[in-house]
T-cell receptor, first 116, second 114 residues
């Protein structure tokens, strides 16, 4: 079956511009996560959606970052007024349930963002 | 604050060797621990997930152990092959709070030479 997909695969933008990154989770998965992977920082949690519950935004680095999940499926991560330090690979993951043995997270291929 | 550390950062072995990757975490209050593999330019692939109540999990040539009280996990790879070359990431899911977020180590980059 189809895995987690992300678009675009690569995005180059100029400092100060806004960008939107898209994630399509595995069908039926109720939980969706965004992570960021940058050199020297490793893989960092950004935000987590679970069903209709309020999202866990504790990992968002600044108020320039926001994310939404429409209809419990597709998610968009928006970065406003991009800065060079936002350059990273943004990874999305989904999982079927919060609790239990089946909460393995399945990752997409990522979007490589370069801010010039 | 939970911190995850992986040692070594890089490892190079000849084909056929058995090897162990190490992961340590500072807070033993975890829900589960996962080992992932990442190939260059690709996303992460889950290898093994160990619940906090479990001691180990096995899949093929891979065996992961968990000692929650000492804050340690190991990933054992038997009879290594060049196709095992990748970065291996350890991640813990905190046991507190209603969140599924993972906290990752920096990874161990493995090279298996033919």
């Amino acid at each position: 079956g189809a895995g987690v997909s992300q678009s675009p695969s690569n995005k180059v933008t100029e400092k100060g511009k806004d960008v939107e990154l898209r994630c399509d989770p595995i069908s039926g998965h109720t939980a969706l996560y965004w992570y960021r992977q940058s050199l020297g920082q490793g893989l960092e949690f950004l935000i987590y959606f679970q069903g209709n519950s309020a999202p866990d935004k504790s990992g968002l680095p600044s108020d320039r970052f926001s994310a939404e999940r429409t209809g419990g499926s597709v998610s968009t991560l928006t970065i406003q007024r991009t800065q060079q330090e936002d350059s990273a690979v943004y990874l999305c993951a989904s999982s079927p349930l919060l609790a239990g043995y089946t909460d393995t997270q399945y990752f997409g291929p990522g979007t490589r963002l370069t801010v010039l | 604050k939970q911190e995850v550390t992986q040692i070594p950062a890089a490892l190079s072995v000849p084909e056929g060797e058995n090897l162990v990757l190490n992961c340590s975490f500072t807070d033993s209050a975890i829900y589960n621990l996962q080992w992932f593999r990442q190939d260059p330019g690709k996303g992460l692939t889950s290898l093994l997930l160990i619940q906090s109540s479990q001691r180990e999990q096995t899949s093929g040539r891979l065996n992961a152990s968990l000692d929650k009280s000492s804050g340690r996990s190991t990933l054992y790879i038997a009879a290594s092959q060049p196709g095992d070359s990748a970065t291996y990431l350890c991640a813990v899911r905190p046991g507190s709070g209603n969140t599924g977020k993972l906290i990752f180590g920096q990874g161990t980059t493995l090279q298996v030479k033919p």
